[in-house]
């Protein structure tokens, strides 16, 4: 079996192009460019909470590191940087060589430098750290919502989870629907164009790893306002519309801005090529209060908000 | 059982003192201070491989993070900011706690802001990510040696281990010898004075975490030279011998510097009030050859160099 040197010379050293001392040293040294803040961001993604044990290593090499770009994408950053450190039990080399190819796919995708790392035996388990940079001021945040803004979701939220719940045999999914839902499992798509596009724009952002209704919760607890969701074509009750409303995973941009920007974020869906759909706005009710409601505008329950990542899927998975 | 929030506000979210924008957002905003360097390094410990399951959880909290900040006064950085990720079986909030307040310890004991971190289910590990700053071209790095430097380690390399095969009952120590080598084991020192003193005076620097003679080794091969190692004391052959070449863990710092700084690094000794023992020096030698001698220059062979974090010290802990 390779050693811990090894194992992280063969699979982990990789040349950078924006750094001055990378994988091998104590530390990684980075030059940041002067004016801009660093936004910094950690993960963990354990097997059997956040993975399958039977996951296809690429697309787990891939989403390890896609989740974290995720982070910085809500914060209106560009990703720079990345440090991985990963608990591996006895391991094939066969299936770190193709995690690490998954995992630099998405490296050279955003253009992110690995600058280090740390490998040890165990439960397997990966915890990647994520460094980007934002004019000074200019990083989107939770806390700057107001009453009026309208309320965005990026792509198609929900499609994940059922993704998942195809897998796990709650629900079967057909083509098209099958092959889109475990893309956006397996591949999520880091909204990076957009979070950047949003700088100036947006009052506040957040990237949907909890569930719509969970994240949007989070954005009102820290913006102290309400909020009032109408979300055209939301399917009726059942699977597809729990996923939608509190299924995570899918980390697409969740944002508020000034409705007086309404039709320049329409213009911007255009551009990038991606759906962004309004689906309310944000009220002076009670801080933290969220009212849901139907496509005819019934007010609805939702089944549950989100996902604890303290909880297995399957402790959580109680699916209405 | 708490969730992941209350966790994280409970007992991770704490005031910070040089930091933007600290835990609760996507990611964390910190601006770098101007001329400087980010040096950042990232570790895991994970239980059963780099603690037993019945450490006390408040000296883990200590280590989990001292760890690291040695890992940034190898590099000569002072230490700014840390994110913790935590995989945690179904915790006693009492046990978070009092780790919490060992962690804490350690951080304000370096004036090191918390500013983010992820909690998750899973077999206990921990994975810290670190950040500090150093002037841009002063970092200290391990490819810097030359021939004819003296090579120096501080303070008493070999505690930890010798404190660690006395819990586990491979040897026996007794007081002062016991309380000395289970401080080193259980409260490391990060020697961040030295690291910062030895800026522009040492040409190579690591942290003493593998053993003396793998991390020296790690300093030959990425300076491509060899030495000589004549160590004052070496005890003779044995645990107490085996534990100062090859036990990690103490986190003390080994380093190069031309021999004209000699009586420098001597005063430097007297300053910190740290010991610091010239151990040999670097020669012309092929690049990676090590050569061991005892008290009375007789070349010596080593039962083992070192210690590989991909094996758990049960595995590697074939101790002469």
Not at 234 to 237: M, T, V
């Given at each position: 079996m390779p050693s811990e040197f090894e194992l992280i010379a063969r699979y982990f050293t990789r040349g950078t192009s924006h750094t001055k001392l990378g994988v091998g040293d104590d530390g990684a040294l980075i030059a940041p460019t002067p004016g801009q803040e660093l936004v910094i961001s950690t993960d963990l993604l354990v097997e059997g909470t956040?993975?399958?044990?039977?996951?296809?290593p690429e697309a787990l090499g891939w989403k390890t590191l896609a989740v974290n770009v995720s982070d910085l994408a809500a914060m209106g950053a560009q990703p720079r940087w990345a440090l991985l450190a990963a608990v591996l039990p006895a391991p094939t080399p066969d299936w770190i060589g193709t995690f690490a190819r998954g995992f630099f796919e998405c490296a050279n995708r955003y253009n992110i430098d690995l600058i280090g790392g740390d490998t040890t035996r165990g439960p397997r388990a990966f915890c990647v750290t994520i460094l980007g940079e934002a004019p000074a001021g200019e990083a989107l945040r939770r806390d700057g919502a107001q009453a009026g803004d309208s309320i965005w979701v990026s792509g198609w939220p929900g499609r994940a989870a059922l993704g998942l719940a195809h897998l796990q045999g709650r629900t079967v999914l057909v083509e098209p629907q099958l092959g889109e839902c475990l893309a956006a499992l397996h591949r999520p798509q880091p909204r990076v164009a957009l979070g950047l596009a949003l700088r100036?724009?947006?009052t506040a952002a957040i990237d949907v790893s909890d569930g719509l209704l969970a994240d949007l919760g989070h954005i009102l607890e820290q913006s102290a306002r309400a909020a009032r969701l109408q979300i055209p074509g939301?399917?009726?009750?059942g699977i597809e519309r729990d996923c939608l409303l509190a299924g995570g995973d899918d980390y697409e941009l969740l944002f508020t801005a000034p409705a007086s920007r309404d039709s320049d974020i329409a213009a911007l869906a255009g551009e990038l090529r991606l759906p962004l759909t309004r689906i309310g706005h944000i009220t002076a009710?009670?801080?933290?209060e969220l009212v849901v409601c139907d496509d005819d505008g019934t007010v609805i329950t939702p089944a549950r908000r989100g996902y604890d990542h303290f909880m297995s899927p399957l402790e959580a998975g109680t699916v209405s």
């Open positions: 956040h993975f399958l044990a039977d996951t296809d100036g724009v947006a939301l399917p009726a009750a009710g009670p801080p933290g």
